[in-house]
């Protein structure tokens, strides 16, 4: 049974759309809950819903959104330099999933007791994204665990809101440990499943940036680990061929089971 977008908490709650969504547990598609303001908004297909109605697809929103921020605002910028150096349950959350630990000087840290939008509060991994190219702070990443290998939450990832991601990664190596080859992943996880064959590595976040993920100078060649399903296959062959187009060698690396990445196959071995 489909859980009506009004009993979510504020914030960035995943529900399925009711107008793009393919089913409940497709979490892909969602919709942004401000109930001071009473209003559901699919960022997907600008689907619309009030409390006490629908603003068909595709209308004019009724309020202004907050503008998005195009580099990490202050607010987040003091709440990423509170975060410390990857330890306790954030440390064994990742030994749990069969991941390397990356270096201190890379761009994921832990918050010991960070909050979410449902109310739970805990340990959480925060992962500083910023643009590929310029290396400018543009978001945060952030992903409630448990020592066990679990996540905390539900959602359990969550971007943090009107912050730009489009054109981000994370360094999880620092730009000083890139010289002629770089590996790269859609999800943080997976990137350091592919770290302990191939360093230094950095995550994308999602499919579309994997996609428009183009060369840098001085990186000669490119190891992709691929999500197995359509979306992420599609973009990793679109980012290979730009990448193989500048000249650079590239390489995929997968999971032979659908639906599945490398860090599934790590935690299951």
Known sequence: MRVPWTSLPDGNSRATCPNCGKGPKDKTLGVTIT??????????????EHRDGLVRAGSVMPIILEQKHETLSEYWRALWDACDPIHGAAREYLQARNCVVPPKDGHLRCHAALKHPS??????????????????PLSLHRTWVKPDGRKATDPPRLLIPNHRKQGGVVRLWPNEAVTHGLGI???IETALSLAHAFTPVWALIDAGNLKEFGPLPGIEAL???????AAGISAAEDCALRWIE???ET?????PTTKGDINDMAVAA
């Not at 109930?35 to 619309?48: L, S, T, Y």
């Open 35 to 48: 109930h001071e303001k009473g209003i559901a908004h699919c960022f997907r297909c600008n689907h619309v």
């Open 223 to 229: 190891t992709i680990a691929v999500d197995h399903d």
């Open 246 to 248: 500048a000249g650079a």
């Open 185 to 187: 992943a859609e999800g």
């Open 119 to 136: 109310g739970h509060v805990g340990p959480a991994m925060v992962a500083l994204i910023t643009d590929q190219v310029t290396g400018e």
């Open 251 to 255: 390489r995929f690396i997968m999971s």
